[in-house]
Structures are given as structure tokens and as C-alpha cells.
């Protein structure tokens, strides 16, 4: 079942562009209209001994270098600046580092485990990723970042069952992860849905898209670990890349942490795709298969057949207009969460669990985790707001502040308290424990220290 979205989509080594290759293809890019500075192969840029990495600040978007760029190489903590070519050179001794890279007007960008041998230079050019980008912008990066529009695929054996299900709905706190080499390894699970994300959705989309696809892909991810034992890393489950992360996604997981989707008990298999004709997705039994290519270079669409699932049920989805790439407008199988579509309600101010209900059909979002966000540490005399995940709509929550003889507490809908010395008394200099308990009988309580003076500095870049 794998071979026919392999071959339509290029994405096993037939020609798709990588993030890395794409760099190499700029002249190419600038030949079909996009003015292009020429960019030199980054080995060029390379001092002639030492060791270190070395490369190019490339906006994703424009395909243009980027100047001004902070490059740091940690655990060392070396700094540079790409110069006005976008070039950096940075020397460190050879091991294993985290790059991160600062612009104020892109993303932040953390590059895991990266290796610096001891045969020279390496060389990692950096792809950033502009904050507010236009719709047009987001097209591209969708297309030259996102390394799976088409899956996940059910696995054949579970295609020909007539309902997909788990039978389960705990989470297991790490899943097996087999690399194409056969290796294997265990992966917390939320660090697993970090790796998986980015490799999805662009990092630019807005943050209840990020957070919508955190929560498909945690819970596709788990079902397929239930089922099987273990989950591939490739476009035949989902991609996952652990050096692949960013601030965008990683803040979108750990807002959802813990959450899946359940229909009637169970886990479900969280189908989704790349965009729909802007009218619909499928019923299951209507997924999406290609028979051929037209010569204007559309596929041409039948059906996949797949079997009847319950959650997979044709839904409204009227947010974009119809893929040119296809002869039905669809890209992608068509079944479940529309990744254009979940685009376009974030666009519009949908929250991420609105966007999942609108996909799946008859389904509830489950597990969430109640955390404490903070801030524990507060000056006195100072007005502060506390704040905390949510475990679903609706829910009420008690949050309590006690200890040196101080106890205040305060029920609300929502996730934050402001304690502004008028509505609610300031606690003074201490130590005290902060205790939020939800309707649902999740709680978390976490020290909350009220400090005569608290410094700030800043912070060090997201991640690590
Ligand atoms: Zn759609």
C-alpha cells in the first residue's frame, strides 16, 4: 500500500527536494523566476585547518541569505554572526553539539546532535523560517519543509479489518521507534511527537494548526505503537526526525501533552492528509488512490478502498480551495484531518480541538495532562498571574496558594489567576505550595516562591 504513495509523492529518494538538497537547488529556484543571489557551496567558506561547522543563514520562504543571524554551537556555548552574505563559520574541537540559531524575525531554529568530525570543517547550512509569513510564503515552506503530505497510510492488514481500532486508551510513556537501517530505540513519548511535527507542518503555521497536527500525530503514533509494537520513522508510518525541531512545534506538543483522540473507548487511528478540494473530506471507503498522471502532469484519482471507520466519515471543509495536483482537487487520501483545512480555521480562530472535531467523527479528546506553567518564582509586592494547561473545555478548576500561614483560593473556567493585591491578597516573602486541581480530578501542585527580589536576565534560546 506504501509503493503507490512512495512513487506519487517522490518522498523515498525519487527526486523530492530535502531541506538540505534544496539549498544546493537554489540556482534552480532563481532560474524559474525568484531572484537568487548566488550562493557558493559552503565548503568554500571553510578555513584551511581546524575543525568546526560552517555555512549558510538561508530564509526558507525566499530562498534568500539571511545576514545578522546568531549561530551558537552548545554544550561550549560558541557564538557568531552570518555576515552579510549569510555565511558563519564557527570553530569548535570535533564531538556531538546543539546548534541554535536567533533572528529576530524568524523562528528559532535548534539543530540536535550535530557532528563535527576530525577531518575539517562540517558543513550544516541553517534554514529559517519567518514569523509572520504571507499565505503565499506558507505554500512554499509547506512544500519544501513538510517531508510526509501524504500519510500516515493504515497498515495493510489493518485496511482489510472492518474497524481500526486499539482497544485501548492509556498512553505508554515511550514507544519504540525502528530506523530504516533496523535499528531500534525508545523514545519518551513526547519527545517522539516533537521529532514527528515539524516533519508534518511547517513550524510557521499558527499555533492551533501546530497544536491540532501535535495531537493527530501523538495519537496515530500510539495507535500504530498498540498495534504493532513499534513504529517506522518513515513516510510508511510518519516521519520522524529527532535533530528536526523547533520552538513553534515543540510548544504546541507540550500544550497538548498527553492528549489523544478516543472513539467509543478506544485509541484511534488519526488519519490525516494534505489538503482536500475545499468542499469536503472522505468517507474511509472513499480514500484517495492515483492511477496515472495526465500529461499536464495532474494525478489521476480513484479509489483506494479502503474499509468503513466509523471516525473517517466525509466532513465539511471549506477552508481552501481545491490541490491542482490532482484531477479530483484532493491531495493526500483525502480521510480525516485536512491539513489546509486545519490551517485555515487556525487562520480564522479556531481553537485545535474544534479543528480535530470537525475531522473525526464521534470523537473525544482524552488524557490531557493538568500542568503548572508558572511563574514560581515572584517578587514581593508584585502583581503576578498563574497559569496552567487546560484539560478540556468546560472544565472548572481550583487553584490554591498555601503555606506560612497564607492560604488563598480560586475557582475558575478558565487557566490563569492574576493575583493583584486587591481582589486577592499578595502573599508575602516565603515559600508556599501552589496546588491546581481540575473537575476532572487531574491535579498538579508545584513550590511557589515569593522572593523580596527576583533578577531576570535573559534567557537562554528555546530548547536543548
Ligand atoms: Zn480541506
Known amino acids: 500500500m506504501v509503493g503507490w504513495f512512495a512513487m506519487i509523492y517522490g518522498d523515498q529518494g525519487s527526486g523530492r527536494l530535502t531541506r538540505r538538497s534544496l539549498l544546493r537547488a537554489a540556482g ?12 557558493a557551496a559552503s565548503g568554500s567558506l571553510a578555513p584551511a585547518s581546524g575543525t568546526g561547522f560552517v555555512g549558510y543563514a538561508i530564509d526558507l520562504a525566499t530562498l534568500q541569505p539571511v545576514a545578522g ?17 549569510g555565511a ?28 563535527v568530525g576530525s577531518a575539517g570543517y562540517t558543513s550544516l547550512d541553517l534554514d529559517l523560517v519567518p514569523r509572520s509569513p504571507s499565505l503565499e510564503q506558507q505554500k512554499l515552506l509547506y512544500q519544501r519543509m513538510v517531508s510526509q503530505t501524504a500519510a500516515p497510510l493504515p497498515e495493510p492488514d489493518a485496511l482489510t479489518a472492518r474497524a481500526l481500532t486499539t482497544a485501548a486508551t492509556s498512553l505508554p510513556s515511550q514507544i519504540k521507534v525502528v530506523y530504516p537501517d533496523g535499528s531500534s530505540q525508545w523514545v519518551p513519548l513526547e519527545d517522539y511527537v516533537k521529532g514527528v511535527v515539524p516533519n508534518e507542518v511547517p513550524p510557521s503555521w499558527p499555533a492551533a494548526a501546530l497544536q491540532a497536527q501535535a495531537v493527530a500525530a501523538r495519537t496515530y503514533g500510539v495507535a500504530r505503537f498498540l498495534a504493532y509494537g513499534y ?9 520522524y526526525d529527532p535533530t528536526n525541531r523547533w520552538p513553534s512545534t515543540d510548544a504546541a506538543v507540550d500544550a497538548t501533552a498527553g492528549q489523544v483522540l478516543t472513539a467509543n473507548g478506544s485509541i484511534i487511528w488519526a488519519f490525516f492528509f494534505s489538503r482536500c478540494n475545499g468542499v469536503s473530506t472522505r468517507n474511509s471507503e472513499d480514500a484517495i488512490a492515483y ?15 479502503w474499509n468503513y471507520v466509523s471516525y473517517c466519515r466525509a466532513r465539511s471543509c471549506s477552508w481552501n480551495a481545491a490541490s491542482t495536483l490532482s484531477t479530483c482537487g484532493y491531495y493526500g487520501h483525502g480521510v480525516g484531518m485536512c491539513q489546509w483545512g486545519a490551517y485555515g480555521q487556525s487562520q480564522n480562530g479556531r481553537a485545535y480541538a474544534n479543528i480535530l472535531s470537525s475531522y473525526y467523527t464521534g470523537v473525544t ?16 509586592g508584585q502583581p503576578f498571574t498563574l497559569s496552567w494547561t487546560s484539560v478540556g473545555s468546560g472544565v472548572t478548576y481550583t487553584s490554591t496558594i498555601s503555606g506560612s500561614g497564607f492560604t488563598e483560593t480560586f475557582q475558575t473556567s478558565g487557566t490563569t489567576w492574576t493575583i493583584d493585591g486587591y481582589t486577592y491578597p499578595l502573599p508575602p516573602i516565603g515559600v508556599y505550595t501552589w496546588t491546581v486541581a481540575a473537575q476532572t480530578g487531574a491535579t498538579a501542585s508545584a513550590t511557589l516562591a515569593v522572593a523580596e527580589k527576583v533578577f531576570t536576565q535573559d534567557l537562554p534560546l528555546v530548547g536543548g
Not at 88 to 115: E, S
Not at 231 to 239: D, E, F, G, P
Open 28 to 39: 534552480l529556484a532563481g532560474a524559474a523566476g525568484m531572484a537568487m543571489l548566488p550562493i
Open 69 to 85: 543571524a546568531v549561530v551558537r554551537v552548545d554544550p561550549i556555548g560558541a557564538t557568531t554572526t552570518t555576515d552579510g552574505r
Open 88 to 115: 558563519y563559520v564557527v570553530a569548535v574541537p570535533p564531538g556531538t553539539y546543539t546548534v541554535r540559531v536567533l533572528h529576530p524575525d524568524f523562528v528559532g531554529v535548534i539543530r540536535l546532535k550535530q557532528v
Open 231 to 239: 513504529i517506522c520513522t518513515t513516510s510508511a508510518c510518519q516521519v
Open 291 to 305: 492511477s496515472g498522471i495526465t500529461a499536464q502532469g495532474q494525478y489521476i484519482c480513484t479509489t483506494a478502498g
Open 365 to 380: 479528546l482524552t488524557g490531557a495532562v493538568l500542568r503548572l506553567l508558572g511563574p514560581f518564582v515572584v517578587q514581593a
